[in-house]
């Protein structure tokens, strides 16, 4: 019986160990093949770069939350497009930029256009009157005492004693008895009276009654309001001196202001109706009846007239009023329209950014069209847009610059379109060419530039406009007309830029959009300094590699030491110089 139990007892033992065996052999091959496969899955994901839609220049090797603004970041390859005009976005991002859009569609202009304008009421010049004293003497009585009276035609305004009148009044009466004998001379005397204004009619009273008036009424010629009253009982005056101005105010100008790109539109003619605080619940309507000629110089504002009647004195010269101009359009053509926010002005170009149709991701592209006229809120649009499509009207400086770090087509990045775009030229250099008063004048320029940095360094968007409004002012006094050839081409090419770049900022309260136009001012700037020079100073280039979501950004300064426009004091002295302009 032991004996049949030890051979047993080592078959089983030999089972289980093979058992054992297979199981562990067998379950390491298992593990093994699926770690293989998930090897094989990290190699397919090995290559995959993870962006941010919001910040391209955010780079990583596996998902996550983009360092900056915390969205999730994306593969690369979702964002890939083959066309450098289109920009992609998440719809995340594209919500979280708040990206606004408009259909553009055909609008006719044959009702007209809504212009909104502003100005006051001033007196009509014509109606203006002095009453003056027809003939030498004293004022002995004033019927009308104070600035602001009405006075009516016909109505009494003073008496005066005139010698000279009582001397003529005498010759008169000793050449009327005499008139039998020698006519001429009666008629002599009446002629002497006629010249100091005295009625036919007091003529004959005078004769009639044989007696010498010895005060002299004055009469009212002209209806109207004492605007100035000069003399006081007890004065002498001369004859034809003034006693009193008047203002007839029962018809009134309206004088509005119009912009510069306003005044295609306007035309002798077009009806204006308008409002006054002073009056309110009512509204008054006239035609444009004058167009200022002469542009004012600081306020860049043409003058458009319009007449009122005033019967009731409501009116008052120096009120503000509120208008709205209806201009009609010539041969009721068709036009695009764009909002005025949705265009971008870069110098000479002006630039859209279209959404492009049925794609899986929002899609802009980036467009150049050529605008014309401002129609009240709005461009008229004569080529680079088609009826039905998408401009976004709000966020497009955001998809600007993020184009611009992915290296897409944007305001900056124009010749990325261009396939086989050659190089850019190195900076033209005119120094030798331009006189030192030209280099004087950039330099009040550069002055004016530098007072805006400083308000953008101290975060204040009101003075960084009134600061852009002075910048404007300066360039526009510098006198192109000494430059000739490729200087005159270039100088343009430029101040084109750096007006249109200033004149966004003064259009704007929000500081960063302010830091944004003031970053591509400052590019033109820099290449303005070192093609012309500037007299009898030193700048340096100065360069923040933090602004703008890490794309960096340039300045100029006058003083080595940082202080950045583009943080404040949020990164005050963020920045390196980068390179000393030398302006001679």
């Known amino acids: ?4 139990k030890v051979p047993l007892l080592i078959l089983i033992a030999l089972l289980v160990g ?9 379950g390491g091959t298992a593990t093994e093949a699926a770690e293989h496969q998930h090897t094989l899955e990290s190699t397919d994901s090995a290559g995959t770069t993870w ?120 010759e008169l009466l000793e050449a009327v008895k005499l008139e039998a004998v020698n006519p001429k001379l009666a008629e002599a005397a009446r002629s002497k009276l006629r010249y100091w204004k005295i009625p036919a009619g007091q003529i004959d009273q005078i004769i009639e009654r044989g007696e010498i008036q010895e005060t002299y009424p004055l009469y009212a010629t002209q209806s109207g309001v004492v605007t100035q009253r000069r003399v006081a009982v007890g004065d002498y005056v001369a004859q034809g001196e003034p006693l009193f101005d008047l203002m007839n105010l029962s018809t ?41 000629p002469v542009l004012d110089k600081d306020r ?15 009116l008052k010269p120096e009120m ?74 709000y966020g497009n400086f955001s998809i600007d610059a993020a184009a611009q770090l992915s290296n897409r087509s944007s305001m900056m990045n124009r010749d990325i379109q261009i396939k086989g775009a050659p190089e850019k030229k190195a900076l033209p250099n005119y120094r030798t060419e331009v006189p030192r008063g030209f280099k004087q004048q950039l330099g009040s320029a550069i002055e004016a530039y530098l007072r805006l940095k400083d308000a953008l360094v101290a975060t204040d968007a009101e003075s960084a406009a009134g600061n852009a409004e002075a910048f404007i002012e300066k360039m526009n006094q510098i006198d192109s007309g000494v430059l000739s050839g490729d200087a005159l081409k270039y ?30 001012l400052s590019q033109s700037l820099i290449r303005t300094v070192k093609a012309f ?22 300045w100029i300064s006058d003083a080595a030491q940082i202080r950045n426009p583009y943080f404040g004091d949020e990164m005050l002295t963020c920045g390196t110089v980068e390179e000393t302009l030398t302006t001679e």
């Not at 090419?493 to 591509?520: D, I, N, Y």
Request: charged residues 25%; aromatic residues 8%.
């Open 1 to 4: 019986m032991q004996q049949i």
């Open 533 to 554: 020079g500037a007299a009898e100073q030193t700048y340096y280039v100065q360069h923040c590699p933090m602004a703008f979501d890490w794309d960096g950004a340039d």
């Open 252 to 292: 009134v100008w309206v004088v509005f202001d119009a912009y510069e790109e306003d005044l295609p539109q306007i035309k002798v003619g077009d009806r204006i109706t308008f409002s006054t605080p002073a009056v309110p619940g009512q509204r008054f309507s006239g035609r444009v009846t004058f167009i200022d």
């Open 18 to 26: 093979l058992g054992a065996g297979y199981l562990l052999f067998g």
């Open 300 to 314: 860049r504002v043409v003058a458009v007239r319009t007449e009122a009647r005033n019967p009731n004195g409501k």
């Open 51 to 170: 962006t941010c839609s919001m910040h391209p220049q955010v780079r990583r090797e596996e998902p996550g939350d983009c360092p900056i603004c915390g969205m999730d970041l994306i593969q690369q390859s979702e964002m890939a497009s083959s066309d450098p005009l289109n920009f992609e976005m998440t719809r995340e991002a594209a919500r979280l930029a708040n990206i606004q859009t408009t259909i553009v569609g055909e609008s006719t202009t044959e009702s007209g256009t809504a212009l909104q304008l502003s100005g006051k009421v001033q007196a009509d010049e014509r109606r203006a009157s002095s009453q003056v004293a027809q003939v030498p003497g004293r004022i002995e009585k004033l019927y009308v005492s104070f600035t602001g009276e009405p006075v009516y035609k016909g109505q009494k305004l003073a008496e005066l004693y005139a010698p000279d009148l009582i001397t003529a009044q005498r």
């Open 320 to 393: 503000l009023v509120t208008g709205e101009l209806l201009a009609e359009a010539a041969d009721e053509q068709l036009a695009f329209t764009v909002p005025k926010s949705a265009v971008l002005w870069t110098g000479e170009r002006s630039v859209v950014y279209v959404r492009v149709p049925d794609t899986p991701v929002p899609t802009f592209q980036y467009r150049e069209v050529k605008i014309g006229e401002a129609l009240a809120d709005r461009y008229r649009v004569l080529s680079g847009l088609e009826a039905g499509e998408e401009v976004v009207t």
């Open 491 to 520: 100088w343009q090419q430029e101040q084109g830029a750096l007006l249109s770049h200033a004149k966004q900022m003064t259009s704007t309260a929000e500081v960063a959009e302010q830091r944004a136009q003031f970053g591509f």
